[in-house]
């Protein structure tokens, strides 16, 4: 009876999302293009670290190599943006990575994948906030600080703010009226302000080639060090390192590069549009690497622009652009700086606002949270409830904390939906294409024993069945996917998604350098390449998708180990929040989430009809293709694929 019961619940957490790829409606509107994803990405991802990244990695880790740190950073961030774009391509629904993660690992993966970027998107929002206000409040010579410092001053340190901020609530409390408004004149404010970002980072690229000089990409230690004359500033030796190109050696570079890459988080906000785009098969890929692309070459553009205008040991930590220009004799393009600036929070805001209530929304939409969240406002279209609610509580978090120790939960929540996806991209790329997948994807009910024996005693009907040896793992005797090979890769996947943690757990360590530490990271990435052989020799499905990973299952492997490695990077205070959020959201799954799942009542209600046309289908009477084989048979004939981009 407990078997039964802990079996029964297994079923349930595990129990996967059935989606109609073949269907074209939606309850949202359908009215974003491809440039508009693209302007929606770089506008999230290209957001104010451009202004003041390049300058702090320059100066602490990389030096003129900076523009490498960017270059592996890029690299990095395209992994997990490519297994991205083959979901977009093959589920063109509104979720991103929680809907990822529930069509393919099942639903309580998919709820800590969604509550966690909930939370991302809230503290990013936040920040973004504060971060517009400061630096607008700064420009205007902090008058907003110092009237609210006087009269409304908050004397709780480490909990609460210095002072609470109200014009981030103004600012948070304007856009989600936009918002609220519709997703295409928010698509036309991100517009705008993303080409005036664009522009401003034209000019200080510009700038820094007629302004520049190569001679501070070859610098001797020795001279900077002994410089003399009124307005020389010598540095300190541990400033300048070893001079040249590559200052702080490679190790420094890699160092960058791990800053770098949250610099490229944001992109995944693309991934949230599925059901608000005209082409979304087609879109969605597209917008997703052209915005990785573009991003890339501003932040290798402007890092090259400001080691060329002046070196790289001078350059200030937290406004290096305007200092560089003062450094050059161009004073006023510190004003175009300020634009540009404003302009990129402002973007980066709207990225954080814009995917966070549609992540809401699906969530609400599946009877994971409460379905008051779910609504539609008929006329603009939105999810004018959750835009709200989000709105509200991101507002409610600016106004009240400061939020810098928080922060550090966006990575979480970012890298975790990154290492899902990564898995979920290798995990369904293998899965067998068959009628009788139907079943084994629906969720737990009472007569699901009864389909279970259905299933088995018609196993034999099914064409090529194979064995688990290991010999048939090894070479399998099919050229398509079938039911032991898509077994063998996700057990396969579930062992290498463990000894990934323990590896990166083992890596970060300070005793990296030690012999058994080095004897068993060896050991361990043996395992895990022997693993990662083993799923490749597996025949993969040959569906027609708009865009699929390359190099698999290599890349998504990789973008596993990066994204796992920089979690574990993160601080313990970090880590016991992040326990403190999912304890939060479990109280929620399991007394609300679990029982009022759109997917559990469907399938109890619909398990008997599913059970009579199975059998049916077994004698031959088969007439529609299931929802699950239309999703991973990804038919790239839908009518969706019909239309076409303005």
């Known amino acids: 009876m407990f078997l039964k019961t802990l079996k029964d619940l297994g079923r349930q957490l595990l129990r996967v999302k059935v989606v109609d790829c073949s269907a074209t409606e939606s309850r949202l509107a359908r ?15 290209l957001g104010a670290g451009v202004y003041v990244l390049a300058g702090a990695v320059a100066r602490e880790n990389s030096g003129p190599a900076i523009v490498l740190s960017f270059l592996i950073a890029a690299l990095a961030s395209v992994m997990a943006g490519l297994c991205y774009a083959e979901f977009g391509a093959r589920v063109p629904k509104t979720g991103s990575a929680y809907l990822y993660s529930y069509v393919t690992v099942g639903e309580l993966w998919a709820f800590i994948t969604g509550w966690n970027l909930i939370l991302s998107y809230i503290i990013g929002t936040s920040s973004v906030a504060r971060a517009w206000s400061a630096t607008f409040d700064g420009l205007i010579g902090k008058h907003i600080e110092i009237f609210c410092r006087q009269h409304m001053a908050i004397n709780a340190p480490g909990v609460l703010a210095e002072y609470p901020d109200m014009f981030a609530v103004l600012i948070i409390i304007t856009l989600t009226g936009l918002l609220a408004f519709g997703v295409k004149e928010s698509a036309m404010v991100n517009k705008v302000f993303t080409c005036v970002n664009v522009l401003v980072l034209l000019f200080v690229v510009v700038s820094g080639l007629v302004k520049g000089s190569l001679n501070n990409w070859s610098i001797d230690p ?41 610099a490229f988080v944001g992109f995944d906000c693309i991934a949230t549009t599925g059901e608000e785009v005209k082409n979304p098969q087609r879109a ?47 004073d006023g393009a510190t004003y175009a700086v300020a634009v540009g600036s404003l302009c990129a929070l402002s ?6 606002m814009f995917p966070m209530p549609r992540v809401i929304w699906a969530m609400a939409e599946d009877g994971l949270l409460f379905k008051f969240l779910a609504k539609i406002n008929p006329k603009s279209k939105t999810p004018i409830i959750a835009t709200l609610t989000s709105g509200l509580v991101a507002a409610v978090m600016a106004f009240l904390f400061d939020l810098k120790d928080l922060v550090d939960l966006m990575s979480i929540g970012t890298l975790l939906a990154y290492t899902l996806v990564a898995a979920c991209v290798l995990v369904l790329r293998y899965q067998p294409e068959q009628p009788s997948a139907v079943l084994p994807y629906q969720a737990a009910s009472q007569e699901e024993a009864e389909a279970d024996s259905i299933l088995e005693s018609n196993t034999r009907m099914l064409p090529l069945q194979e064995h688990f040896t290991l010999r048939n793992a090894l070479f399998p005797k099919n050229t398509e996917p079938s039911r032991l090979s898509g077994s063998v890769v996700n057990i396969c996947t579930s062992v290498l998604g463990l000894l990934v943690c323990v590896f990166c757990m083992i890596a970060a360590r300070d005793t990296l350098l030690e012999i058994w530490s080095l004897v068993l990271l060896g050991i361990l990435a043996l395992v ?24 698999l299952p290599v890349l998504p492997v990789v973008s596993m180990f990066i994204n796992v490695y920089l979690m574990m990077q993160l601080g313990r205070g970090t880590w016991v929040r992040f326990v403190i959020w999912m304890v939060l959201g479990f109280v929620i799954y399991f007394s609300y989430g679990i029982w009022n799942s759109t997917e559990a009542a469907l399938a109890k209600s619909n398990t008997n009809a599913d059970i009579a046309s199975f059998k049916d289908m077994m ?16 038919d790239p004939d839908t009518p969706g694929e019909e239309d076409s981009d303005p």
């Open 31 to 45: 009215c974003l293009n491809t440039f508009d994803l693209v302007a929606l990405g770089v506008g999230s991802t």
């Open 222 to 262: 020795a001279e900077a060090l002994n410089a003399t004359g009124a307005n020389v500033t010598v540095p300190k030796p541990e400033e300048v390192g070893e001079g040249g190109f590559m200052p702080f050696g490679f190790s420094g570079v890699l160092a960058g590069a791990a800053t770098c890459f949250y």
């Open 284 to 330: 969605i890929p597209i917008g997703i690497v052209a915005s990785l692309l573009i991003c890339f070459l501003a932040y290798f553009g402007v890092s090259a622009a400001l080691t060329m205008m002046m070196p790289y040991y001078l350059l200030d930590k937290n406004s290096p652009l305007p200092v560089a220009f003062t450094y050059v004799g161009w």
């Open 347 to 352: 973007t980066s805001l709207l990225g954080s």
């Open 528 to 551: 895990c390449l022997i693993i990662t052989v083993v799923i490749g020799r597996q025949p993969q499905s040959k569906t027609k998708l708009s865009f699929k990973v390359p190099l």
């Open 619 to 634: 004698n031959g009477h088969a007439s529609a293709m299931p929802e699950k084989e239309a999703f991973l048979s990804g």
